[in-house]
């Protein structure tokens, strides 16, 4: 890629996604058990709260939780702001179907479309996360 290309390339990409949880520590357990993923920080943050950060090297999960949250129970895919799910790619589907049905975790919707397969499952709190491996 020349310089001039460089500079109006506009590729993105996300280092970081922010959610709540009502336990963050729980929700970081199950995704380094799932992913091999690591905590990389935890500590008191904004509003008397608390944050895990956990992933891999170049992006990772900020789960918070403060004392003054609460269930949202309007949880659909036609709300505004809602997470429907977030997209976790692998290199071995298999397997890591075989580790969430170890984990609990019931996996569902198994798809196979186009380049990729993935399946569906649900961590605490009803977070739907959706494990993909591309051909």
Known sequence: MTNEQNKNSLEATIEHVNL??????????QLCQLFN????????????????????????????????????????????????????????????????VDLDLSPFNDRDYGPCRSFYCHLIDGLELEVIAYS
């Open 20 to 29: 709540s949880a009502s336990d963050p520590d729980k929700l970081a357990e």
């Open 37 to 100: 993923w690591k905590v990389r920080w935890s500590g008191a943050s904004m509003d008397d709260g608390y944050t895990v950060h956990v992933g891999g090297a170049s992006s990772y999960m900020a789960i918070y939780r403060n004392s003054k949250l609460v269930e949202n129970h309007q949880r659909d895919h036609s709300t505004i702001h809602n997470l429907n799910h977030i997209g976790v790619v692998v290199d071995d589907l298999k397997r890591l179907r075989l580790r969430a």
